[in-house]
């Protein structure tokens, strides 16, 4: 008879990033895994499953955290889901605290938070090989009887030990959690009971604070907790209570929040003794010279730069012939469907809408699966610490970290990975801001619009011998412009908007070590598949949106009457050289003669559009710009996607929607178009430099991509968020294009 559950276990995994708790949280659910964000805050939920015993499992992986000091709302969700006060998560029936093996005495300070909880504790000694490398040798029974819960020795990576820890979990979730010595001295316990009683009379009859949250509060001299743990009626008595809680103590030379350090390190200490032997001189392993060099201001920076080269490269470069595979896929398939249904609105909503729109979601894949391969490989192996240690100097002067310079860099290949790969930056305030500015970083979506305009309108001008020109320094211009543009706006963020204390850089640099090609491939298609599940629905959605803009009010008789006469001629040629062979010359002009019809009638349906009547109404406030309603029209259509503006540009001007920017021939009919251009009232060309370097400007500041919108709702678990950045960067850029053209048109 197959063993059967008694009841579903939920077992809470704890511990620092540098601990490898995310490698031993993978190794222990494998596939079995869950991702999202806690209801109302930016925090990421994994739930994996394990099967031991006949009994299923559910872990929690919980935010990386150095300590259960809740200070960020990161460490607020750790605290609220072990104490069992979060509705969307039950309360862990047991906790795995995730330790380095190497590195107990700072590891230990978490421990001693985590049996403050009184739940079954379960500690897993992790890369045990790493402290044998250094010499050190583990009394681990002593350990465990100090302690007074299960240590058991494992290694993730190697998936060595894994047997022996379910096994300890097991038996730790059937008892009750043994009574467990305090760290802290009666003086201190005394102060503690105190205010919980305080508390509890002020509650109003809520359920009483539980007595950890509590000893936070009065350890908490930033006031983070006040707003959760005191009611409003009471915080002033509340605040006077605290006060003379913590006068008292330093009188008894206990001063918060010192007391908590002095007391948990001494506490580690105890259980350390007798435990951890190392040897008399500590050896120069590997890793300390590797540091010697990576970590050195000069040639650490000089490293850092070319692996960033090279990972830029490979998201930049080694993405585009997989991202031109799928966009050949999209377009056969939007063929294939459009070939076998009738013409008509349903036909265009399936190709144009859904297809186009399903291919505007995957095309993106390659650049953020190749991205997170990087990102897990650093991780893994330890350099991404040493990175964040590198341009934390460089970041600070901007109010970001130095965890904030990887997300930034890869959105000048794309917006969308890039907002992504902040999740690896833990302070809150520095997470979205870095997310908030992201979007200003040049992305490669915005090289067909300088490229085209820099072609046809900045003139081929050179310096010392053809080493230095003009061309290039305008498209050099925009992408510095966004960068400076980004670190303006970050630093009116953290002082306004997302101001708050700048948390001290404290960054543990775990020991280097050959990365797990299981993990590895696990965090890149996790990430992958996030982004699809997540994202996709949304901008597809919005595809679909823009799509019915563009299409309607899709009146036929209207559009398709002036050129009623010409139809019918060219019907009757293409009827007359159906003979013919496709290479026949007089087929080809009778071909290309029905190319440009369909692209004149293309314009003319996109002119009365919905999109074509706003470009239209908006003229009035784009002609300070230098801009006509043409141009206006192709600025909001590039809405979905800054690229999108080419081919809107190309429809407008009868071109077709197939414009390609890289065909010589294609940017050649376009360039001339453009500069052919002129007002209906004043007969003046539209287009001159002012006007081009204006409508560059607009595209370097604007947030002209749907995609990256939703993603930062994603990111931010709020719509507030995308709108903020739509508004204040179309503020931007619509301000930083008119100063551009009327500064230009004096002088240029």
Known sequence: MPAVALKPLTIALVGNPNTGKSTLFQALSGVHQRVGNY???????????????????????????????????????????????????????????????????RNLYLVSQVLELGLPTVVALNMIDLAKSRGIELDVPRLERNLGVRVVPVQANRRVGLDELKAALATASDGEAPERESPFSETFRGEVSRLHDTLAARRNGDAPLPRFLVERLLLDVSGYLESFAVPASATTEIRQELTAARTRLAAAGSPVPAVE????????????????????????????????????????????????????????????PLMELIDGGVGWLGELVGGAMPEGALRSLVVDGVIGGV??????????MILFLFIAVLEDCGYMARIAYLMDRLMVRAGLSGKSFIPLLSSFACAIPGIMATRVIENRRDRLTTILVAPLMSCSARLPVYTLLVAAFIPSTAWLGGLLGLQGLVMTAMYVLGIVVAV??????????????????????????????????YRMCERGWSFVQRAGTLIVAVSIVVWATLYYPHNTEQVEAPYRDRLTDVERQEAATASLADDD?????????????????????????????????????????????????????????????????????????????????????????????????????????PVALSIMVFFALCAQCASTLVII???????????????YMTALAYIGALVTYQVGRLFL
């Not at 306004?496 to 640099?509: C, K, N, S, Y």
């Not at 006509?628 to 809405?639: E, K, L, N, P, T």
């Not at 209906?680 to 539209?686: I, L």
């Not at 709702?713 to 719509?719: A, G, L, P, V």
């Open 359 to 368: 291919g505007g979601v995957i095309i993106f894949l390659p650049q953020i």
């Open 488 to 521: 303006l706006v970050a630093l009116v963020l953290k002082r306004t908007l997302l101001r708050g204390p700048t948390p001290p850089f404290v960054m543990e640099l775990p020991t280097y070590k050959w990365p797990s090609p299981r993990t590895v491939v």
């Open 39 to 105: 209801p109302g805050v930016t925090v990421e939920k994994k739930i994996g499953h394990l099967s031991h015993a006949g009994e299923r499992w559910a872990l929690v992986d919980l935010p990386g955290t150095y300590s259960l000091a809740p200070r960020s709302p990161d460490e607020m969700v750790a605290v609220d889901v072990l104490l069992g006060r979060r509705p969307d998560a039950p309360q862990p029936d047991a906790v795995l605290c995730i330790v380095d093996a190497s590195n107990l005495e």
């Open 585 to 689: 010359p007089q087929r080809e002009q009778v071909a290309e003669e029905r190319r440009a019809l369909d692209n004149e009638i293309a314009g003319a349906y996109r002119r009365q559009s919905i999109l074509g009547r706003m470009g239209h109404a908006i003229e009035p406030f784009v002609r300070p710009l230098g801009w006509d309603w043409r141009i206006g029209c192709a600025a909001i259509a590039s809405f979905p996607a800054r690229e999108v503006i080419v081919a809107t540009l190309g429809i407008i001007y009868n071109l077709g929607e197939d414009v390609d920017t890289e065909n010589d021939e294609d940017r050649g009919r376009l360039v001339a178009a453009l500069q052919d251009a002129r007002w209906n009232d004043t007969g003046e060309r539209v287009f001159n430099i």
């Open 261 to 320: 350090a002095m007391a948990r390190y001494a506490w580690a200490a105890r259980m350390l003794e007798g435990v951890a032997t190392r040897p008399a001189a500590q050896p120069t392993n590997w890793t300390d010279r590797v540091d010697y060099v990576l970590t050195h201001r000069l040639w650490g920076t000089l490293f850092f730069f070319l692996m960033m080269f090279v990972v830029f490269q490979a998201v930049f470069r080694g993405a585009a």
């Open 713 to 727: 709702k994603r990111e931010t678990n709020s719509w507030r968020w995308p709108a903020f950045t739509f508004v």
